[in-house]
């Protein structure tokens, strides 16, 4: 391999698209706007509006349960009030004036212990699911205010990192990963799929350069900007730079302030990985392309099943066992899951789980640069 | 090394630059190229004419050792190709321009420079010096005319100064003037020892190469100067004589 020509490759890699506005747009400026959106969706929603209304059929004890019960909601920012009996409450759920209704009751079996049932409308599972867990919450903290109250104590501990309402936590690795993968195997596609179409292959093939320096030559530039990319995406993910208030413009804060427990190099190293692999495949798809939409038209069978069986919006754990065995040959899931890795566990290379992930991301990378450097010398004629 | 017995030079004149030896290229069931044996000699300008779609182009590939033949071989300078190391020999200017657009004039010269394992950037200046672009060094090749795009490419595969030319149609697109100013470094490039193989299909050029070889369906029917394929078809001008000798029409003499 004449590192000349792969540094030639490479040199001419980076100044294409370093004059090609859009595609530096497309790499730096979209996943910013997005993962912005993303993160401001996913955080305000964590405050839903919760309307409640409480019924005590429990005597003085459920009297003190639900006045902290009640205090508790207040506090998340809900509307309490006191309704006589569960029809009442019924039909102000029915009528939309609340949206959670709690009844405090005793158990029947045991005549003693307090029972608390939550009732929503019915309507919206996803939306009352929140309602649910922001009444289950208020339980764990009346809980400690009223003891001695035999209301069953509900603890939220995890293995790694701390509890935490954001999303954004889990999502940012994600997120992270799939944006290197989108966008470098787009501009590696697109780009190949020029050599091809624009009669430059068919020149550059007649010099003595090899298809494993080409593919080294793509790789190195591409991989260069997924490089950069993931470095602005990570500080703007990291970030939490808090600009003051200024004149008439609220403070406010740059960056998502996501925390990160472990080295950011490693997350960089898995993310190369998985880039170096997109690379090889936008060269090895551009094969079957005749135009730069067919490039676009892959991504629903190429991208769109990895993003979603690769964690980022559904958890692998949630998904139905029949597909396991295809998320388990997903690259991006691997990504997802050594970036989730050092993120969130602060993972060193000592960890099995995160050598697994990069094992199988450097076995992925080395595959379809083999095969992409198998397919460049297909006959155009 | 193959088990054929290696061509060896005939003691008459200089050894052949290019040789192909019952050269064969199918495409499925359709054999683009048929057959072909021939000899060039090095320092003479061969013209390949044929209409479109004769095989002008497939030959050239095989030639120039960018597709395996499906029988027969072809060799440059005593090399069967394909051969990669062979290739910093040989230059192809290819019948798109097949440079980058987004590059400008400098860049394209010094990637292919570099590609052939060209040192300093010495020769990709002399290049385009000699296609008269060196004004335009600096600019992005997008925004230079068609003609201008054609001088980048032939000077792109020339920079490695290589003993064999292949151009592939190199006038198509191209204006009169600019057309006799490419003949021009044809015949000065020739005159200097290289071998450059043509492909046309416009006649009227037939006549600045030293030798024809007419292409049809995959076959050279005819091969000799411009005046020996007039006299052998007993026609006044070439391309009534690529007619007669393609035995589809009788020409009215």
């Known amino acids: 391999m004449s590192r000349r020509r792969v540094v030639a490759l490479f040199r001419r890699v980076v100044s294409e698209i370093r004059r090609d506005r859009p595609s530096l747009a497309l790499l730096f400026i979209a996943p910013i706007v997005i993962t912005g959106l993303v993160t401001f969706i996913l955080r305000e929603s964590q405050a839903p509006q919760v309307t409640a209304v409480v019924v005590n059929l429990a005597g003085t004890r459920g009297q003190l349960v639900g006045s902290a019960l009640g205090a508790a909601l207040r506090e998340g920012g809900a509307t309490v009030s006191d309704v006589a009996d569960e029809a009442a409450a019924r039909a102000a759920i029915g009528d939309k004036a609340a949206s959670v209704g709690v009844v405090i009751g005793t158990d029947a079996a045991t005549g003693s212990s307090l029972t608390i049932t939550a009732i929503t409308n019915g309507l919206d599972p996803s939306g009352e699911a929140s309602q649910v867990s922001a009444v289950l919450r208020s339980v764990v903290a009346a809980a400690s205010g009223a003891s001695g109250t035999a209301v069953p104590v509900v603890r939220h501990t995890t293995v790694y990192g701390t509890p935490t309402d954001d999303p954004i936590t889990t999502f940012a690795p994600a997120i992270v990963g799939f944006f290197a993968y989108f966008f470098v195997y787009i501009l590696t596609g697109v780009s190949f799929l020029r050599e091809r179409t624009g009669g430059t292959l068919e020149r550059l093939l007649a010099t003595p350069v090899t298809r494993g320096e080409v593919v080294a030559g793509y790789t190195l530039g591409f991989g260069l900007f997924a490089t950069i990319q993931v470095a602005v995406l990570m500080l703007w993910a990291l970030g939490s730079l808090h600009v003051p208030a200024l004149g008439p413009l609220p403070p406010f804060s740059i960056g998502l302030g996501v925390a990160v427990n472990g080295s950011p190099l490693l997350a960089f190293l898995v993310v190369v990985l998985l880039a170096v692999g997109a690379v090889s495949l936008g060269i090895f798809l551009s094969t079957f392309a005749r135009t730069e939409l067919q490039i676009i038209q892959f991504i629903p069978i190429v991208l769109a099943p990895q993003f979603l069986l690769s964690g980022v919006l559904f958890p692998v754990s949630s998904l139905p066992s029949i597909l396991q065995p295809v998320v388990a040959i997903m690259p991006l899931n691997y990504a997802v899951d050594g970036l989730r890795q050092v993120f969130i566990r602060g993972a060193d290379l000592g960890v099995p789980a995160l050598q697994l992930d990069l094992a199988v991301l450097a076995i992925v990378a080395a595959f379809f640069a083999t095969i992409a450097a198998l397919t460049i010398r297909r006959d155009v004629v | 090394m193959a088990l054929q017995a290696e061509p060896q030079v005939e003691s008459a004149g200089s050894p052949p630059a290019i040789r192909a030896l019952g050269l064969v290229k199918s495409f499925g069931a359709l054999r683009a190229v048929d057959d072909i044996t021939f000899d060039l000699a090095p320092g003479r300008i061969y013209g390949l004419l044929?209409?479109?779609?004769?095989?002008?182009?497939?030959?050239?590939?095989?030639?120039?050792?960018?597709?395996?033949?499906?029988?027969?071989?072809?060799?440059?300078?005593?090399?069967?190709?394909?051969?990669?190391?062979?290739?910093?020999?040989?230059?192809?200017?290819?019948?798109?321009?097949?440079?980058?657009?987004?590059?400008?004039?400098?860049?394209?010269?010094?990637?292919?420079?570099?590609?052939?394992?060209?040192?300093?950037?010495?020769?990709?200046?002399?290049?385009?010096?000699?296609?008269?672009?060196?004004?335009?060094?600096?600019?992005?090749?997008?925004?230079?005319?068609?003609?201008?795009?054609?001088?980048?490419?032939?000077?792109?595969?020339?920079?490695?100064?290589?003993?064999?030319?292949?151009?592939?149609?190199?006038?198509?697109?191209?204006?009169?003037?600019?057309?006799?100013?490419?003949?021009?470094?044809?015949?000065?490039?020739?005159?200097?020892?290289?071998?450059?193989?043509?492909?046309?299909?416009?006649?009227?050029?037939?006549?600045?190469?030293?030798?024809?070889?007419?292409?049809?369906?995959?076959?050279?029917?005819?091969?000799?100067?411009?005046?020996?394929?007039?006299?052998?078809?007993?026609?006044?001008?070439?391309?009534q004589a690529f007619l007669h000798l393609g035995g589809d029409v009788e020409v009215a003499r």
């Not at chain 2, 072809?74 to 394909?82: I, K, Q």
Request: contains cysteine; charged residues 20%.
């Open chain 2, 50 to 239: 044929g209409p479109n779609g004769s095989g002008k182009t497939t030959l050239i590939r095989l030639l120039a050792g960018l597709t395996p033949p499906t029988a027969g071989w072809a060799e440059v300078l005593g090399t069967r190709m394909p051969s990669r190391p062979n290739l910093s020999r040989i230059g192809y200017m290819t019948q798109a321009d097949g440079v980058y657009s987004a590059l400008t004039v400098a860049e394209n010269a010094r990637f292919f420079g570099a590609m052939y394992g060209v040192v300093g950037d010495q020769p990709a200046a002399d290049a385009l010096d000699l296609v008269d672009l060196a004004d335009r060094r600096a600019s992005i090749v997008g925004t230079l005319s068609g003609g201008q795009r054609r001088r980048l490419s032939l000077a792109c595969a020339l920079i490695h100064r290589p003993p064999v030319l292949f151009l592939d149609e190199p006038t198509v697109g191209v204006d009169p003037l600019l057309r006799v100013q490419f003949w021009s470094h044809f015949r000065a490039l020739a005159d200097a020892g290289t071998t450059i193989v043509v492909s046309s299909h416009v006649m009227d050029e037939a006549d600045r190469c030293d030798e024809l070889l007419f292409v049809r369906s995959g076959k050279i029917i005819a091969r000799g100067t411009g005046r020996e394929i007039r006299a052998q078809a007993g026609t006044a001008d070439l391309e």
